[in-house]
């Protein structure tokens, strides 16, 4: 099987930059994708790596170290709208299923 | 070009009585995959898609839940005989190609059982 690891919870002032992290477990990895959920609405997609390192979009970077089974979600320059849940997302384990870690709340303050 | 849409949004049902949610890819999609949310908790897997093929159905109960994604029409999620548990987010997501990294989900179907 396959399990992630989140914090459940992380609060970071607006203008910030935060860290979210995420472990797993896996067999047959292919790679971590994160996602952004508001207010149980419609899972967005923000980043996927296949590959160790970083990647960059926009205010958002995600960091894959496989070797560690870790990686991480980096928000710079934190708005109000970034308040949110962000899941990790883990693709392999014999199937095309995603398999989602437990979700970050973020919470952005003034 | 219109995202992945799922009916109901809401949908109210008694103990013992069928429910049906729909899901519409994305156009030029043709894998299609159903997730449970319960509050405060992550997406859990049910079941992977394809035109006509049921691919993987690991995370979907055995008994009672059902999934089908006919060559013409929406994928349907049917559950008979509900019961209080499976109140819960219904997502519905959709992919072009089967790499599955990258879902574009619906706005999903919640579920109330009475």
């Known amino acids: 099987g396959q399990s992630l690891e989140q914090p459940s919870e992380v609060t970071a002032v607006e203008g910030a930059i935060v860290q979210i992290n995420c472990t797993y477990q896996?067999?047959?990895?292919?790679?971590l994708s994160w996602y952004q959920q508001h207010d149980g609405g419609a899972p967005t997609f923000l980043s996927y790596?296949?590959?160790?390192g970083l990647e960059e979009t926009g205010r958002f970077s995600s960091f894959l170290s496989r070797s560690d089974s870790y990686g991480y979600l980096l928000l710079q320059e934190l708005q109000m709208k970034d308040s949110a849940s962000y899941f990790c997302?883990?693709?392999?384990?014999?199937?095309?299923?995603?398999?989602f870690g437990t979700g970050t709340q973020l919470k952005v303050e003034l | 070009n219109a995202g992945v849409m799922q009916n109901p949004r809401h949908l109210v049902r008694r103990r013992g009585q069928e429910a049906r949610l729909r899901c519409s890819p994305m156009k030029g999609h043709s894998h299609v995959y159903w997730y449970r949310q319960l509050p405060e908790e992550g997406l859990k897997f049910m079941v992977y898609l394809q035109k006509e093929n049921i691919i993987d159905e690991s995370g979907m109960p055995k008994e009672r839940f059902s999934a089908e994604f006919p060559k013409e029409g929406p994928s349907i999620l049917r559950i008979q005989q509900v019961v209080r548990g499976d109140s819960a987010a219904y997502f519905c997501?959709?992919?072009?190609?089967?790499?599955?990294?990258?879902?574009?989900f619906g706005s999903g179907t919640q579920l109330s059982v009475l």
């Open positions: 997302a883990a693709s392999g384990g014999g199937g095309n299923k995603l398999t």
């Open positions: 790596n296949a590959l160790d």
């Open positions: 997501a959709s992919s072009p190609g089967d790499s599955g990294e990258k879902l574009f």
């Open positions: 896996t067999s047959g990895f292919y790679g």
